[in-house]
């Protein structure tokens, strides 16, 4: 029972070997894109199938490097698909360029929207307001010193009047008022 199950299994994989090599002689004679997927799809098999049988694959891979025969060109070069890869290339990487500096604009932009949100730096307005503040203490100080010296300045006038009153009290008339 064993080598029946053997022998059917080598028929439907001849069977299945025939249908893809059907599919990529017509697919050479109309000239389109060679894929394994197409291939695949065309045989009416899984793609692993191809991938586990090399020497298919590596038929469908050497007609797919093939350009068209039978007097026509291929609708799409190997130069032009290698000059379209390298075009894709560069802008792959300009991209990607591109993406980093988008990715770090976007990365400062919410560090400094979760630091704010945090609490653990001072909003724009709250550190304006604390150098208005130390303008404002610093003019305070300066305002209280101004009035300290002019205290000192009135005590000091005061003093001089209430000795120059005693003086002239102590003193008595000395010329009669009229």
Known sequence: ??????????????????????ALDAALRGGGDITVSGLARA??????????????LERIH????????????????RASL????ANAL????????????????????MGKQVWEESGLGAPIDVDQLQRRITVLEQELADTRRQL???TEELDA???ANRDLTRALNQ?????PRR
């Open 90 to 109: 560069n802008r792959n990487t300009r991209l990607t360029a591109r993406v980093q500096v988008l990715e770090r604009r976007l990365s400062e932009a």
């Open 62 to 77: 050497a007609a797919a490097n093939t350009p068209f025969e039978e007097g026509k060109t291929a609708a799409v070069s």
């Open 43 to 56: 045989a009416r098999v899984d793609r692993t199938f191809l991938y586990r049988h090399r020497d298919l």
């Open 82 to 85: 290698q000059t379209d890869l």
């Open 171 to 175: 003193a008595g008339p000395t010329a």
């Open 157 to 159: 006038a005061r003093a």
């Open 1 to 22: 029972m064993n080598s029946t199950m053997i022998e059917g299994r080598r028929a439907d994989s001849a069977r299945r070997r025939e249908r893809v090599l059907k």
């Open 148 to 150: 300290d010296e002019r």
